[in-house]
């Protein structure tokens, strides 16, 4: 099966449909459940960027790139798609018993320089680099980056086949079952960079519904020298989890730094 990033044609901007504004904006997918039974189980997500996590302030999430990933490994769907004015929506059939991810993913090339006085920018794949722009460019600053948002969701028995890592740009990699969350309880997650394990990365989960609370209630951590990092759940509820870093280890010979990022909304329940 083609990679995330093969499928979205290195995208940069897919994720967002646009360069973020502000660094307060969160990019986020959040489904109406991630635990499900029953005969014929169905998920509704939405999908946006704002600044209160899960409420629509800002604009859409473009859904360019969206992936469904059925247990078995085969291409599921994202139906009944729609953005309107503050979100995306789209509606998953769990047909097949076991764990679904759902994901977009995106990387590709940043470049500013300048041409008769003028500042310049583009975005594209690493192909398009060489002919869109100029060899010559004045004071060329470029960044590679990849992005990675996802979330998993299960009807029925958990399995883990989807949980593997496709081996590029930032990913995380359950320890802990991502649909077998309890508050009280303590969960464990590796994060990876191109499939090893990222050490000392720093990583934020922030419980959903901030916009009616004043503390953002953000619980800060670090992975240890094995990309772990574990989390302890307060309360039941949604959360948002989030990782990003910046090094020089580019695949670009034009980049000077990479960034890469991942998000995703995990569901936790009560005991």
């Known amino acids: 099966m083609k990679s995330l990033l093969a499928r979205t044609g290195i995208a940069i901007a897919l994720i967002a449909g646009m360069a973020l504004p502000a660094a307060a904006h969160r990019t ?10 029953g005969q014929d189980p169905w998920i509704t997500v939405d999908a ?7 409420y629509f302030e800002h604009v ?19 139906e009944n798609q729609a953005t309107g004015k503050y979100r995306s929506t789209f509606d998953v059939h769990l047909d097949k018993p076991g764990t679904y991810k759902v994901a977009m993913a995106s990387g590709g090339l940043m470049a500013f320089w300048e041409e008769g006085g003028q500042r310049k920018r583009w975005r594209g794949t690493a192909e398009a680099f060489a002919k869109e722009v100029p060899a010559n460019a004045e004071k060329l600053q470029v960044t590679e980056n990849f992005r990675r948002m ?10 883990d086949a989807v949980l593997k ?17 309890f508050a009280g309880e303590n969960a464990t997650f590796q994060f990876v960079l191109d499939g090893k394990p990222a050490p000392d990365l720093e990583v934020s989960v922030i419980p959903g ?17 094995d990309g772990k990092v ?12 989030e990782a990003e870093l910046e090094d020089n280890k580019t695949s670009v010979k034009q980049a000077a730094k990479r960034r890469a990022s991942y998000n995703t909304t995990l569901e936790v329940l009560a005991q």
């Open 165 to 181: 890592p496709t081996g590029k740009g930032l990913e995380m990699v359950p320890v802990t079952h991502p649909n077998d969350l």
């Open 60 to 78: 859409p999430l473009r859904l360019d790139g969206l992936q469904v990933l059925a247990p078995d490994g085969s291409e599921g769907k994202a």
């Open 28 to 37: 986020w997918m959040l489904p109406s459940a991630t635990v499900l039974s």
């Open 209 to 225: 519904g901030i916009r009616y609370r004043n503390d953002l209630g953000e619980m800060k951590l670090k992975t240890d020298k």
């Open 48 to 54: 946006a960027v704002s600044n209160d996590l899960f």
């Open 230 to 241: 574990t989390v302890k759940w307060p309360t039941p509820g949604m959360y948002w989890m």
């Open 150 to 159: 996802e979330f998993f969701a299960t009807a029925g028995k958990p399995t």
